[in-house]
């Protein structure tokens, strides 16, 4: 079972109905490419019946993804002390002054590209590592240029 935050729940069904919201838009595409013609050589069609195929495969990914997932509730964790996901963490590498916040995320959104928070989903180095991490820990991360040290100074 995938688990996901509430946000993150609530960006795939908005997905998911903004796809299901698109299936009469293309079924009315294909229809009238198909009034154009020799479907042999008719690249509307084509490309229609193309578009209708991707969006029918997002639609049951979406919909299984959902179908298996749970929803956190992330209040738990920063109750208890403990990183947890959906949690945002402060934290410093060791050796270093600069303070950095983490966002621990199943799927990273791609959103706020410019914000102050970066995400780490639960199966990367830093996500996995900072997972069920205590305030006051050390948390070791193996990167490409070695293993980094962090520690976790406060969840907000």
């Not at 509307?44 to 495969?57: F, N, P």
């Not at 299984?64 to 945002?88: C, N, Y």
């Amino acid at each position: 079972m995938e688990l996901l935050t509430k946000d993150e729940k609530a960006r795939l069904e908005a997905k998911l109905n903004e796809l299901l919201d698109n299936r009469p838009k293309i079924a009315a595409r294909i229809a009238e490419a198909r009034a154009l013609g020799d479907l042999k050589e008719n690249a509307e069609y084509h490309a229609a019946r193309e578009d209708q195929g991707l969006q029918e495969a997002e639609i049951r990914r979406l919909e299984d993804r959902l179908a298996k997932s749970g929803v956190v509730d992330d209040s738990q964790g920063k109750e208890a002390g403990i990183v947890f996901l959906g949690a945002t963490v402060k934290i410093r590498e060791v050796g270093s002054d600069e303070e950095e916040l983490m966002r621990l995320v199943g799927e990273s959104s791609g959103v706020d590209l410019d914000s102050d928070v970066v995400e780490a989903t639960v199966d990367s180095p830093m996500g996995e590592a900072l997972m069920k991490a205590r305030i006051g820990e050390t948390v070791s991360v193996r990167g490409p240029r070695g293993v980094k040290q962090f520690e976790i100074l406060e969840i907000l």
